[in-house]
């Protein structure tokens, strides 16, 4: 997993994600991105920037994680 805070290095957005891409091509065979946010309100300013195929987490949320689009976390939930 790779978390990029927000406040270092802005949200992970196309160009970044494809650059971490091809860095860790060899390395890892499944990165997860994720970029973390202090708020809300922090990450509503930078929606439009955010990669598809990423990962969000809020610190006022902790427990929860916004995926942004992609198959691989398409299904129900499991209430049980």
Known sequence: ML??????HGPIDSKRHNELLELFNKVLP???FVTAFPDRA????????????TEVWVAEAPTHLIH???ERFIG???NT
């Open 68 to 70: 942004f689009n992609g």
């Open 30 to 32: 499944c990165l997860v």
């Open 42 to 53: 922090t990450m509503a300013k930078y929606l439009t920037e955010i990669s598809w195929e």
């Open 3 to 8: 978390i990029e805070a927000v406040t270092s």
């Open 76 to 78: 129900p939930y499991d």
